[in-house]
């Protein structure tokens, strides 16, 4: 079984930056996409980011893009996302989840996935 430990959540105001980690403990890591998921107080959860295997490819929903980098220590078991010029619509919590294959693409399914960290961002 997977175990997915998200940190590095907290209090931001517009216009900082936050850096998000999520370690896997419980299975071989490098094998695996790995994806960032955010949820909003009242929405449904949404596509933030992915990573393939390797880290050489990266994926990003438009509303991100520019702003966040997802990478990923396979040696550490960790992927991160680095947030910057944040905004008060990306306030939610923040999950990781592991794919079910080494290769992102739009059919790739996440059904492991960690506890959420809180990002909140002021004004």
């Known amino acids: 079984q997977v175990q997915l430990g998200e940190s590095g959540g907290g209090l931001v105001q517009a216009g900082g930056s936050l850096n998000l980690s999520c370690v896997d403990s419980?299975?071989?890591?490098?094998?695996?996409?790995m994806g960032w998921f955010r949820q909003a107080p009242g929405k449904e959860r949404e596509f933030v980011s992915a990573?393939?295997?390797?880290?050489?490819?990266?994926y990003y929903a438009d509303s991100v893009k520019g702003r966040f980098t997802i990478s990923r220590d396979n040696a550490k078991s960790t992927v991160y996302l680095q947030m910057t010029s944040l905004k008060s619509e990306d306030t939610a919590v923040y999950y990781c989840?592991?794919?079910?294959?080494?290769?992102?693409?739009?059919?790739?399914?996440?059904?492991?996935w960690g506890q959420g960290t809180q990002v909140t961002v002021s004004s």
């Open positions: 989840a592991t794919g079910n294959g080494p290769i992102y693409n739009y059919a790739t399914k996440f059904d492991s």
């Open positions: 990573i393939n295997w390797s880290g050489s490819s990266q």
């Open positions: 419980g299975h071989t890591f490098d094998r695996w996409a």
